[in-house]
C-alpha cells in the first residue's frame, strides 16, 4: 500500500459532518450497514485491471519542489534508499535557479509529479488552477529530465490532484485517469481517459447517468461518485433555522463505473429521510470502502460487488464521533483517526494511539503526518527548524518571508504505532 499526505486532507476529504456547505466536496455519507440499494451484479470484463492511484513517491523516492522566484519552481528528490535528499540535475556548475537547469520548471507547468513506473514521472500542466486553458500530460524520466508532451486535454481544469483521493490520478497500467471539469473549474464534471501511446483523450463522464458527480476513489475496477442533492440551512439568514445548527435534507447517492463496459450502478443511498446523511460517516482509503455509524459505534467495511456490510466492531466509543471526523491513513491492520482512537480491522479491538513527540510549525503544534505509507515502513514529518527564505519576486526584488524547515524521516509501522520516535531522516521537506 503506497499513500501521500495532503496538507489540504482535512479540508477536502469525500467524507466528513453534514456542516459542510453544499458547494464544497466534503462529503456527508450515510446509511446503515445494510444499504438502501445494494448492487447488483457487477461482473464485468476488466481483463484483470485494477485501478490505482499514483503518488508523489515510491520505495525508491519522494518527489517534492520548493520556491526559486515567484515564476520557478525547483525539484529536489528524497532518496529512501541512501538517506538524503538533492536536487536531480547532473549539469556541472548549475546553480539550480533558472530554466536552464533540468530540475526547474515555470509555475503551473509540472507542479506536481506522480510516480508511474520505475522509470517514469508523469504530470499535468494547470495542475490545480481554475483554468479555461488546454492542459498538458507530460511525461518525465525519474531525474525529472527528458520531459515530453503526450496528450492535450483541451478547454479542462482538474482538481488539485493529490488534494484528496479524489483528486490523485489514477491509472490502471495502461491508461491515466484524471478527474476534473470541462469549461472551468466547477462547470461540467469529467473523467478524462489518457492513452499516453496517442494522446486520444476520452471524458467518460460524457454519457453519464446523472450530473454533478464527484470522484471519491476506486474500488478494484470501479470509480466510486457522488451525487447529492443535499440542502444546508443557514442560521443566518434562514428564519426557519434554529440556534447556530446546519441542518443537512436531501439524499446523497454512491454510484460505482466500470470504465471498461461503461456500466452505472447504485452502490449506497443516504437520505435524511432515515437519518443516515447525519449519522454515517464513509471513506475509501487503500481501495477498500468504510462506513462509521456515529449513534451505534460501528465500524465497517462494504463489498462493491454486493453492497454489503462487514462488521469490524460495534464498540468505538460514539463520544469520539461526534465532533469532526477524519480518517487519517490505514497502517498495517489499523484504521487511524487523527484524534480519536484507532481500530484494528482483523480483530475489532479499539485503542488510543501512542503519541509521538509533537510537531511545532507557523506557531502549532501536530502529530507527524504520514507522507508516503509502503506498508512496513511510512515517511513522516519527523522535525522542524525555523529558518528565513528569500525569494524573488516578478519584479526581480528579492523579498524574505519567515518559515520553518520541515524534515521527512522514515519510521518503522510499528514504532510509529507505538509512539516510537525511531527516525531515519532523508531531507529537507522543500516549501
Not at 75 to 81: G, K, N, W
Not at 313 to 336: E, R
Not at 413 to 421: Q, S, Y
Request: some cysteine.
Amino acid at each position: 500500500m503506497k499513500r501521500v499526505f495532503s496538507l489540504a486532507l482535512a479540508a477536502l476529504l469525500l467524507a466528513g459532518c453534514t456542516a459542510a456547505p453544499a458547494s464544497d466536496q466534503s462529503e456527508v455519507t450515510s446509511t446503515s450497514t445494510t444499504a438502501e440499494t445494494p448492487v447488483a451484479d457487477t461482473t464485468s470484463d476488466s481483463g484483470g485491471k485494477t485501478l490505482r492511484p499514483l503518488y508523489a513517491g515510491d520505495e525508491k523516492q519522494y518527489y517534492m519542489y520548493e520556491i526559486v522566484s515567484d515564476e520557478l519552481i525547483r525539484y529536489r528528490v528524497a532518496d529512501l534508499v541512501n538517506h538524503e535528499t538533492d536536487v536531480p540535475c547532473d549539469v556541472e556548475g548549475c546553480t539550480h535557479d533558472c530554466e536552464s537547469c533540468p530540475a526547474v520548471f515555470r509555475r503551473g507547468e509540472c507542479d506536481l509529479v506522480f510516480v508511474l513506473d520505475d522509470n517514469t514521472l508523469v504530470a499535468f500542466t494547470n495542475n490545480g488552477f481554475p483554468s479555461e486553458e488546454d492542459t498538458q500530460v507530460v511525461l518525465l524520466d525519474r531525474d525529472c529530465q527528458n520531459r515530453r508532451t503526450v496528450a492535450n486535454v483541451e478547454n479542462a481544469a482538474f482538481v488539485a490532484l493529490g488534494g484528496e483521493a479524489g483528486g490523485f490520478p489514477y491509472t490502471d497500467g495502461q491508461y491515466l485517469y484524471c478527474f476534473g471539469y470541462k469549461n472551468g473549474f466547477g462547470e461540467q464534471s469529467a473523467l478524462f481517459r489518457i492513452d499516453t501511446a496517442n494522446g486520444e483523450v476520452t471524458d467518460l463522464l460524457e454519457n453519464a447517468p446523472v450530473q454533478g458527480l464527484l470522484l471519491m476513489g476506486a474500488l478494484d475496477q470501479y470509480f466510486v461518485f457522488f451525487q447529492s442533492d443535499v440542502t444546508y440551512t443557514d442560521p443566518v439568514t434562514d428564519p426557519t433555522a434554529t440556534g447556530t445548527e446546519v441542518i443537512a435534507t436531501g439524499t446523497t447517492t454512491h454510484w460505482l463505473f466500470n470504465p471498461y463496459t461503461d456500466e452505472w450502478k447504485m452502490f449506497q443511498t443516504y437520505s435524511s429521510d432515515d437519518g443516515s446523511l447525519d449519522r454515517m460517516y464513509s471513506i475509501i482509503i487503500d481501495g477498500l470502502y468504510y462506513q462509521i455509524d456515529r449513534e451505534v459505534g460501528s465500524v465497517s467495511v462494504v463489498a462493491p460487488d454486493t453492497g454489503e456490510a462487514k462488521l469490524i466492531t460495534d464498540q468505538y466509543p460514539v463520544d469520539q464521533l461526534q465532533s469532526h471526523l477524519i480518517i487519517q491513513d490505514k497502517v498495517q491492520d489499523w484504521l487511524l483517526f487523527y484524534e480519536s482512537p484507532m481500530v484494528n480491522l482483523e480483530t475489532g479491538e479499539i485503542r488510543q494511539k501512542p503519541s509521538l513527540p509533537e510537531n511545532y510549525w507557523n506557531g502549532s503544534s501536530h502529530q507527524p503526518n504520514i507522507y508516503l505509507n509502503l506498508g512496513d515502513t511510512l515517511l513522516v514529518d519527523c522535525r522542524y527548524e525555523p529558518y528565513t527564505r528569500t525569494t524573488i519576486g516578478s519584479d526581480g526584488t528579492p523579498y524574505t518571508v519567515d518559515t520553518e524547515h520541515k524534515y521527512l524521516g522514515l519510521i518503522s509501522a510499528e514504532d510509529f504505532l507505538n509512539g516510537v520516535p525511531n527516525y531515519t531522516e532523508v531531507g529537507e521537506y522543500t516549501t
